[in-house]
């Protein structure tokens, strides 16, 4: 992004380590004298100009020095937000979901990663319980199963090391670094190897990270709209993927990674996920890395 830009490396562990957002003015006016101490900076844009163009540990650190070392409120990226700071928060926090208050996604996020159309019904929300139990159920992260993948995980690396590094003068880390996370990725989250598709994928990465911690402003020229564009590129890459798992699954091909697991599992009522709602979780575990 240019403008409007967050850089990953800063903007992950900030906003799902250091900062917990959740909606808390869906209450009453008098509810409001009972939020933490802080502020909500300039109407409408809030504080969102001193978090993107500011240094962001910065900002989190100064106001635990004005506000509480604990919690404070602010708005950013167009979201009413409390900031939750330090390991006892972050335990109380992910320990505490759907107990004491409901997680939710930043609006650009939900407009980035949102799969259905905008007149369909929004698909049933997993939760971060669920979510674990898909991932847990096949035992694609046991130790013991991690063991198998790090003969294959050592070979792409030289094999990328070689065809990106070797013999050059001049290396570029951070493209070898997104190139070899995606390939990882797609290799055990997809179970594919195709370099034309990675690419791809790779090529739509940089839009879809920046354009998470943007304002929504989908208008040509801004990093948001560019996320969009490559959101949608990056589910239709998806959706041909999940097509031909099916047709593997459905000849009894062995189908060992996450995807496949996704396709075939169904919720808590029976219900099996929707194609596009499996493009969608996956686009997020693959922007995750």
Known sequence: MEVL????????????????????????GDDVEKLPPGSLGWPIIGETLEFLFGKHEKFVSDRMKKYSADIFKTKILGEKTLAVCGP????????NEGKYFTSFRPHSMQKIFRSYGESAAAPEPMTRDTKAKLLRAPGFLKPEALVHYLGKMDSISQQLLQSHWEGKKEVKVYPFAKTLTLTLASRFFLGTEDPERIARLVANFDDITEGMHSIPLNIPGTGFYKAIKSAAATRKELLAVIKEKKVAIAAG??????????????????????DVEIAGNTMGLLTAG
Do not use: C
């Not at 990953?8 to 009453?28: D, E, H, Q, T």
């Not at 006892?88 to 320990?95: A, I, N, P, R, V």
């Not at 062995?254 to 219900?271: F, Q």
């Open 253 to 274: 091909q062995p189908t060992l990674d996450i995807l496949s697991h996704m396709i075939v599992a169904a919720y808590s009522t029976g219900r099996l996920m929707p």
């Open 5 to 28: 830009s967050l850089p990953l490396s800063v903007a992950l562990p900030l906003l799902f380590l250091g900062l917990f957002i959740f909606n808390f003015f869906r209450k009453s």
């Open 88 to 95: 006892e928060g972050h335990k109380f926090l992910f320990s």
